[in-house]
């Protein structure tokens, strides 16, 4: 009696989906030629190459700098984990911690880091695990160029700031 309580008032807090989130299609953005199609469709150059350790990546471009789509914990190109969109910039005296730290107090999902060679690296990491909507894919991917193009102010702004020309 008490089992059939308890599941009758489970099935009552289970509502269910809005009809707008049942009819859109999801895609799968753990598989590479996928995500190369989607970077595509969103109007976007996307090439899969091979990295130097043999696994794969979608060279891209926005707002006149290059970016790379990385992936991580795949089979074969497929069933990936997760990705990342990643650029960098080239060493300069004005890459400091300070500047980091700046730039990712104030922001919450594009990172930069400054790597061992003195490049500006910037980043988003997106899980890759069960399907998303096209919609939610192509946000992140909005979201990563619009924040490229502030980086690219908020870099100009230390440039100047710093005397370099």
Not at 20 to 43: N, R, S, W
Not at 125 to 151: C, E, P, Q, R
Request: glycine share 8%; proline share 2%.
């Amino acid at each position: 009696m008490v089992l059939k309580a308890l599941t009758a008032a489970a099935v009552m807090m289970i509502a269910p989906l809005p009809a707008a989130a049942q009819k859109e299609a999801t895609v799968d953005i753990g598989d590479i030629k996928t995500v190369a199609g989607l970077i595509m469709q969103a109007g976007y150059r996307a090439e899969i190459k091979q990295s130097k350790s043999g696994g794969s990546y979608i060279a891209s471009a926005a707002n006149g700098s290059e970016f790379s789509v990385n992936f991580y914990g795949c089979k074969a190109d497929t069933a990936c984990e997760s990705l990342e969109f990643q650029s960098w910039y080239k060493k300069q005296p004005y890459f400091t911690p300070a500047l980091t730290n700046e730039w990712n107090a104030k922001k919450r999902f594009l990172k930069i880091a400054v790597d061992g060679d003195g490049d500006l690296v910037y980043y988003v990491y997106v899980s890759a695990i069960g399907h998303t909507t096209y919609k939610n894919f192509a946000d992140y991917l909005d979201w990563f160029t619009t924040m490229d193009a502030d980086l690219g102010k908020f870099l100009d702004e230390k440039k100047a700031a710093a005397g370099i020309k």
